[in-house]
Each structure stands twice: as C-alpha cells, then as structure tokens.
C-alpha cells in the first residue's frame, strides 16, 4: 500500500480522535520559529579533534650502530643489499573528533572524558572558525566528563546552565555539535525519558532524547528552549553507528558539583556509605512486606565502612537519604557521590517491616580494582532441593571462586532447567548465604530449609555472586 494511502487510511479510522483539539492546544504544539535561539547559541559551542601519533621504531635488520665488529659489520651489510626490501614500520597518526560547550568567557570548555583521551594533541575550533590548542584540566571517568581550557586573547561567549530537574518529558530541546565532522549541526526533538540506567557505571541517571546525536556530538551541550544548557550529550544506543532516535546526556545538575571539582582540584572527591545496593522486584517487595517499590535494598554492608559503623544491616532498604525521597535504586549513589566528606546524614530504612531513622557520617569513596572468577567444574554435588544442587565451600571452591574467607555458605552446582530457581535468576557458581536471614552455613541446613519450606511460599535468599551480594526471590515449587 503507497504511504500516502496508508497515511489517509488511518486519518479517517482515527479521525473522531485526532479532529478535536481546541485551538489553544493546537498552539502549544506548534514548535517555535529556532533560527533566533540557533543563533543565540552556535557561539557557546566548540569542535574538539585529537590527533594521536603512537612512537613507533623504525625496523631493519641490522642495527644502526653495527655488531661491533668491522668484517662482521661488512659481511651482514653486502647480504643485506642483495636481500629483497622490505618496506619500513611506518608510524601513523589516529584523529578523533567531538565537541564541547564554553562555561566560562576564560577560554573553560566542558566535553566528554572520552573525547579527550590520556594521550594526543587537543585542538578547539570556535565558530569564527579560530583554532586554539587545549589542556586537560581534570577529567572524572566514573561520569565521563573533562574540563579542558583555552587561552583566547578575549573573554568568549558562554553558555547558560539550567535546570535538568525542571526538564520534564516532551520537552522541545536541541542538540548542537560535530557530527560526523560536521561543525555546527542543529538536530531537534523532544525529552523521551528521564532517569535512565544505561549500565555505564554507578551514577547512571541519564536524560533520553530523540534529537538525532551521532558520533562526533559527544560533549556536546543539550538546550532548551531558553537556550540553556540541560545535559550534555554522551551516548547513543545505535545497531549501525549512527542515530537510531535513542540518545543519552548527562543531566547538568550532575555536571555543575563535577565542573566545580574539577576546576578547584582537577579530580572529583565522592562521599561514601560502604553499603551494596539492589533494585526492589515485584517478588523481593512481597517477600520483605513492602507497599511499594521505592528506595534502595541493602545486600551487604562493607566491614568498618560508614554504613556498618552506624548500624546498617544486609536487608534494610533505604528510602530517605538526608530527607531526600528515593524513587529508585540508582538515585542513592548519585546523593551519595555529591555529599560532602565528613557530613552527617539521616537515613530513614525499613527493617523487618519497621521505619526507622539511622544516622551516618559519610566517608571518602578511595578507588579500587574489583574482579571476579569463572567458576571451574565441580564436584561433590548434593541432592536436588528446591531446584537446585548444591555442595560445601571447600577451601578449593574459594580460591576458584575469589571469594574471602568472610563469606560462608553453599555453592550452586546446578540449577534444574525450567525450574523456579532458573527463572528466579539463580546460576550455577552462585553462594546462597542466607535463606530467609538465616544464616547457612553448609549443605546440611539448606537441606533442613528445603525440606521445611511449603509449597508456594517464597523464600528470601541472599546470594554471592563472583564478589557481589545479590537478594533473590526464590517460589517454592
């Protein structure tokens, strides 16, 4: 069926439904005229390319300062001049390209850590077309923003910073950057979402845009309509390298408390509780005796950090921060990051289904390397309760599995296809510690629980899996 066709044909199905829209709505969908603000805006807005020259040896067969012997230094030279050439290692240079906001008429440009790597040369255009070389003035990898600075003979235009928790859903906003190498390039379109996990690490809250981004706009600026800066362009989801309509920035209010390190220190300073945190699922909710699904789940708690310091236990949930409500998990490490070292807050948590009030004093948050191991195959398998096949932690299944010796419980040698612990998400490898906040300590006492469980009942198990605390929803089959 032609398009044309296709399109009148669900006009007149759908046109009761479409045709009544009074004229004050029909004016406030109407987009407004954008060359004014298009304009207002190009100034603020910067080109950035990298050129990269790995140093790389010239080859050759024969070193340049000879063997140390003259006959032997003669004899390996007339060989090699009847030897065939062979072309020499030729070192190459990689150019990468992304763009850049001005916060600061100084000649300060905020972009994507990523735009600007470790290694290589970093050149501004401005929309004068001027060029200027820049240096990094710290970079934050955990949210993949830089501060990076020019030195321009004047004060430049800069841009105006919003408010990205204003910024609602179906908001008109504009993207502008480098796309494809493209300079200045205007693309439009709406807030599709707000608050979105993308897996790109702990204080993933990303604003979703369908304004076309592609490679090249990253560390681009994201405006509204006002012309002020909501987000910076980051990321995209994409099956062929480009714009699928679904594009990520870094909300600016996250982006402010990071410029404003980076600036005075050159690197970001978090706050720390010490504490793992999960999602509440439907299952984990019923299980805990939850009326909603708000707030952050406890799965473990890090010895002598703040968190255990102040009392917090594995099971809690945390639904206040400081006063500050969570809707969602991903919320907490974001408040978390931005609260200043040594400060005393209050965690409002429901434990065993009763409100309570905890206060902590946060700590720095200090880097460190995580990693986790394959599981090797295993043996001693035990009988097949609940679904599953369990066995001791031997000192053996330890080392494998990289887990301390803080760690007790039964390991998983198998989980029946098809069974209620394969959809609840339990894998061979995983550790049940605990069921129900019981303690298990050997195959023995899971038997006893899998033995006494009920048919249907849903058991709360708390699981290690490789170095992370995981709590589970186990049904009873």
């Known amino acids: 069926m032609p398009l044309r066709v296709l399109i009148v044909g669900l006009v007149a199905?759908?046109?009761?439904?479409?045709?009544?829209?009074?004229?004050?709505?029909?004016?406030?969908?109407?987009?407004?005229?954008?060359?004014?603000?298009?304009?207002?805006?190009?100034p603020v807005v910067v080109n950035i390319s990298v050129v990269q020259t790995p140093q790389q040896e010239k080859g050759g067969a024969m070193p340049p300062e000879g063997f140390g012997s003259p006959p032997l230094d003669e004899f390996f030279r007339r060989f090699l001049e009847q030897m065939p050439q062979t072309?020499?290692?030729r070192s190459f240079s990689s150019r990468s390209l992304g763009s850049g906001v001005i916060i600061d008429p100084q000649g300060l440009i905020l972009t994507n850590n990523h735009v600007v790597p470790e290694e290589g040369e970093v050149t501004v255009r401005l929309a004068d077309e001027r060029e200027f070389k820049a240096t990094v003035l710290g970079r934050d990898a955990k949210t993949d923003l830089a501060l990076i600075r020019i030195e321009a003979p004047e004060p430049l235009p800069v841009a105006r910073m919003g408010d990205s928790n204003k910024a609602e859903v179906g908001s008109w906003v504009l993207a502008i950057g480098n796309p494809f190498g493209l300079e200045a390039s205007v693309t439009v379109g709406i807030i599709s979402a707000k608050g979105r996990i993308i897996g790109s690490g702990p204080y993933d809250n990303y604003l979703q845009t369908d304004a076309a981004i592609n490679p090249g706009n990253s560390g681009g600026p994201l405006f509204n309509l006002d012309g002020e800066v909501i987000g910076i362009n980051t990321a995209i989801f994409s099956k062929s390298g480009g714009s699928m309509g679904i594009g990520f920035a870094i909300p600016v209010n996250m982006a402010k408390g990071i410029v404003q390190q980076l600036r005075q220190n050159g690197r970001v300073t978090r706050g720390w509780?010490?504490?793992?945190?999960q999602a509440i699922t439907p299952k984990l909710a019923e299980v805990l005796g939850l009326a909603t699904r708000d707030g952050a789940l406890v799965a473990?708690?890090?010895?002598?950090?703040?968190?255990?310091?102040?009392?917090?236990?594995?099971?809690?949930?945390?639904?206040?921060?400081?006063?500050?409500p969570?809707?969602?998990?991903?919320?907490?490490?974001?408040?978390?990051?931005?609260?200043?070292?040594?400060?005393?807050?209050?965690?409002?948590?429901?434990?065993?289904?009763?409100?309570?009030?905890?206060q902590v004093q946060v700590s720095e948050l200090k880097d460190e390397a995580q990693g986790t191991e394959e599981l090797a195959e295993q043996d001693g398998k035990g009988e097949n309760l609940l679904g599953l096949t369990v066995q001791n932690l031997s000192d053996e299944l330890r080392e494998r599995l990289g887990l301390g010796s803080d760690v007790q419980g039964v390991v998983i040698a198998e989980v029946a296809d098809g069974s209620s612990a394969s959809k609840s998400g339990l894998r061979p490898g995983d550790v049940i510690s605990e069921i129900d906040r019981h303690p298990i300590r050997d195959s023995e006492e899971f038997r006893k629980f899998g033995k006494a469980a009920k048919k249907g009942?849903?058991?709360?198990?708390?699981?290690?899996r490789g170095s992370e605390p995981l709590f589970l929803a186990l049904e009873v089959p």
């Open 13 to 42: 199905a759908f046109g009761v439904a479409l045709l009544p829209l009074r004229s004050s709505q029909a004016t406030s969908l109407t987009l407004p005229d954008l060359v004014p603000v298009v304009k207002q805006l190009n």
């Open 87 to 89: 072309p020499q290692p």
């Open 273 to 277: 509780l010490g504490v793992r945190i």
């Open 300 to 324: 473990s708690v890090e010895a002598g950090s703040p968190a255990a310091l102040a009392g917090i236990e594995p099971s809690d949930v945390i639904v206040r921060f400081n006063k500050v």
């Open 326 to 358: 969570l809707g969602k998990m991903n919320e907490l490490p974001a408040l978390v990051a931005e609260t200043p070292v040594g400060s005393k807050v209050d965690l409002d948590i429901i434990r065993k289904g009763k409100p309570k009030t905890i």
């Open 457 to 464: 009942q849903t058991l709360l198990l708390l699981i290690v």
